[in-house]
């Protein structure tokens, strides 16, 4: 794996760009021009939430295994948004679509990789998820 990540999944479509410090969105059609105005969330500043996020992560690998020596985290704002026009040119996150973003993982260089040590010492600091039974 290319390194630990915080994802911070936007759901907004339309044109998203960064410019003058800010976040904007426009021509999204009808429907989410209605949902922007009535409820869905604005982009918000997805590097604040980043960076809270990463120290929360920093925060709990030190409680339960105080001896993880905890490799750097990086942080990127996922548009998912089927009809995103992204241009994040200067953005103080890295800001991709899927796809891209999978090809940024794939061409990354092998400085950033976890070693099958700190890969293991991750997985055993995360907690475990319950599995349910079905009885079908």
Not at 45 to 65: G, H, M, N, T
Not at 103 to 124: D, I, P, T, W
Request: aromatic share 8%; glycine share 6%; net charge neutral.
């Amino acid at each position: 794996p290319s390194g630990l990540w915080v994802l911070m999944p936007l759901y907004q479509g339309g044109q998203v760009r960064y410019e003058k410090k800010r976040w904007r969105q426009r021509g999204a059609g009808f429907v989410q021009n209605y949902l922007k105005l009535f409820g869905q969330d604005n982009i918000g500043r997805p590097e604040l939430e980043a960076a809270s996020d990463i120290e929360s992560l920093k925060r709990y690998f030190s409680r339960v295994q105080p001896d993880l020596e905890i490799p750097e985290i990086k942080s990127a704002a996922i548009f998912v948004h089927p009809t995103v026009e992204l241009n994040a040119e200067g953005a103080p996150i890295l800001a991709m679509v899927p796809k891209d973003f999978k090809e940024f993982l794939k061409s990354g260089s092998n400085a950033n990789m976890l070693s099958s040590s700190q890969l293991s010492a991750l997985r055993e600091a995360l907690p475990k998820a319950e599995r349910e039974e079905h009885n079908d």
